[in-house]
Structure formats: structure tokens, C-alpha cells
């Protein structure tokens, strides 16, 4: 069976199946298509299935032209009817992967979507999940589920394997086609047809011994990040206090062409994974007794960081005379990262409600995020809109904080319209020699 899958493949007489049509199965599904294979995207949310039929973009990044093509193409289908899974060749799950209220992780939807496609599967399929998780999910979660609801046992009818999705949302240099695809198989022929059918749209392939290993290699990406912005971030705070600027010291620091890599502080972690998935692992060691020391420390340094913001917007405050009780203030930057449309776990929540907290009137302004989506753990925000770059609106506010340096703001306005601006990402860096005395505050 696995040479007559292979062939097919090669033929491109194969069905893909992507579960989660999110920013990261849009992308996947998309490079799949680009190849020839035929593709049917699963998601339960009504607004993306009207994109498909409209020919919408619904992510930034992702080309207008690009979704009208699939939204034409008789090779693409889009559907909340997990039915259709009996018609994919592989079903590739993209679900999200979030930490419960309790920090722990929220496998709800990774469990949901096993159950959804279970019934539908058949002989020949391989199984594959793409979402960050801790090691063992495939193999404790995933497998079992399909195997009992389908009678059929991993190696023998059905396949499974884990391929981290290590998709870079807004990079211009990487995309999901030239990003190198990690892979572990549930066996020598699960590894094969995963590997066949990455290596049909995705650069290169790397292979690993099973999955768990898979799972475990996007872990220690990440965990690899949140060490050393966390450790970035408590050094900022020791050379604030020495009068050092941490960007002076990067910027030299990485002129060594070997055994350094730079890392830059800012207002806190943001986003769906940094400062999410470390926690997976967390969770996972205890069951063997063991703690992730590293991983919670830095946890603890990131997310104080919105504190050190606010004292500095204090401090900003004082020096113009100025109280933070009724002060007008906006955030600059409600993205987690720059240049994406993309506020999940973004550190301008927290800055928010911490100025919020002391009495400052707050607002924002993202040139991506015309309004606040609804979120679950910041509902309080829903439906408020960003503000009007225009020079009254912006004059108005007593100080600006730049939380997040999108390139499309301009920076040389701010300056002119604004008297006090916080600065948590040295976007002003550019700026510093034409800026009134006590007008940029770097935090
Ligand atoms: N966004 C990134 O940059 C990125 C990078 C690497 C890894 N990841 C990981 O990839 C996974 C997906 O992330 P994302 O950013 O694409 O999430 P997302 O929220 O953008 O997309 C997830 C999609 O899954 C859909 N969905 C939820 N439950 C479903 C169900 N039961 N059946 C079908 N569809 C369902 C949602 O409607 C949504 O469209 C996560 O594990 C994440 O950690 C994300």
C-alpha cells in the first residue's frame, strides 16, 4: 500500500486535507495547492468558509490574489463537513494550541478535531499533526483516538506523524515553502509518505526518530527564544539602572562573528507561542517528576515587564509635572509583533490594564487592528478602536507608549504631535538627535 501512496503523491493523484484554516493551515494548504495536489480545508468557522467562497483574505500577510485563485480553483474545496475526510489522502491538523486559565495546556481542541475526523477515516490515510504541543501527544492523544474509532492500527491501514509548523508570520525572507520541515513518523512507512508528501511543496525535509522527538524539537525552539528574551530583558533592567543602553550593547555584542546571537528586550513576551508553549513542557515534566526551572524563570522575567513600562511612564509623567490619575495616554502598537495584523497574548494588553489600573484614560492606535476582536481573556476590550492617526487626535494624548515598532507608523510625526513618548522597542532610535530634551523616555 505505501508504494501505490507514494506513487500517487508523485502523481499528485492525492487529496490533502488541512484541519484549522488558521495562519497557519491557510499558508500550508496553500503551498500544497501551488503543487498540483488537490486540497479541502475543515474549519468550523463560518467567517473563513465565506472567505473561500468569496475569494477574501482574512490574514495580512496572505495575497488577496492568492485567496481569489483558491476561492475559483476547482482543485480547492473548504468545508465545516468532516465527512469529507474520507475523501483526503492525509488530514494534516492545524488547531490551536492555548494554556487553560490555570496555565496549563488546553487540549480541547486538539481532542475535538481527533473526534471530529475519526469516524471518517479509512485505510491508506496518514494522520499528521502540525500544532505545538508537549512530547507524546501524537502517540497518547492522536493515535488512539483514530485507532479505536476506525478499527484500523497505526502501520497497518493507517499512518501518523508530527511535523512542527514553524511558520514565521509576516517574515519576508521565510515562508512556509522554504522553511525547512522537521518530521517524525509512527514507523519506517508513516515517515516515508509524510516525508514524500512535505518534500512535494517544502524545501527540504529533516527527519527525526518518532514523533515525540517531533514534538519535542518546536519545544526547544521556543523554549530557545523565551530564555534569551527573558534574559535580554532582566539585563535591560540592570543596565537601565548602570545608565547603559542595552541596544548600544547588542548592536556591539553581535559584531562577534561566532558564539553570540542577538536577542532584543522589549515590553514583555506577546503572541500565540513564546510565551504559551515552554508551558507545555512544563506541564508534561511534572508527570515525570521533574520541574523546567529555566522555563518558569523566564516566564516570570517576561511577563514582569509590562511593570518596568509603567514605571517609566510614571517617571515620564512626573518629569512634565503630570500625574498618571486622568492622563491621556495611547499605546502605540497593539500587534504582538511588528508589521502583523495578529494581538493574541499581545504585551499591550497588559500595559493597558496596568495604566488602566492607576487612572490613566487609555487608547491605542494599530494601523492592522482597526477594531479589537473579542478574546478570551481580554473582554473588557472588545469593539474598542484604535484611534485616527491625525496630528489633533494624536496631539491630544498626555504621552505615547511604542509598544510595538510597526514599520508603517511614522515615527517623525509622533515626534512632532507628542510631547512624552515611551519608547519599549527603540523605535526612535533614528530620532534620538532631533528630539526636544526629555521627549523620548527608553523602557
Ligand atoms: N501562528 C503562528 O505563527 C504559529 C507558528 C508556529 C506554530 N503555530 C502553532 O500552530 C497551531 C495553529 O496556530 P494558528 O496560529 O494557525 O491558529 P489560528 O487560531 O490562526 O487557527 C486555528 C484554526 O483552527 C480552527 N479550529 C478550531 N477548532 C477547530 C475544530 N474543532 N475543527 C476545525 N477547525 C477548528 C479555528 O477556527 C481557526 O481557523 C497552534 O498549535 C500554534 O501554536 C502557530
Redesign the pocket.
Known sequence: MKDALLKRIETRDYTIGI???????LPLLAAFYKQGFRVIG????EQ?MEAFRTGTSYIKHFPAEEMQELSRSERVRATKDFALVREADAVIL????PLTKHREPDMS?IV??SH?IAPHLRAGQIIIL????YPGTTDEIIRPICEKASGLKSGEGLYFAFS??????GNPNYGTATIPKVIGGDGADALEIAEKLYSAAIVRTVSVSNPKTAEAV?LLENIFRSVNIALVNELKLVFHEMGIDIHEVIEAAKTKPFGFMPFYPGPGLG???IP??PFYLTWKAREFGLNTRFIELAGEVNTAMPQFVLRRTIEALNDKKKCMNGSKILCVGLAYKPDVD?MRESPTFAVMDLLQNEKAIVDFYDPYIPTITPTREHAAYTGKRSVEWREDVISSYDAAVIVTNHKAVNYAELLQWCDTVIDTRNALAAFASSAKPAQIWKA
Open positions: 484541519v484549522g484554516l488558521g495562519y497557519v493551515g475543515f474549519d468550523i468557522d473563513k492545524c488547531v490551536p494550541t481542541y475535538n478535531t471530529a502540525e500544532s505545538t504541543t512542527p509548523e514553524r511558520e514565521d508570520p518546536k503572541g500565540h507561542c504559551i508553549d495578529d
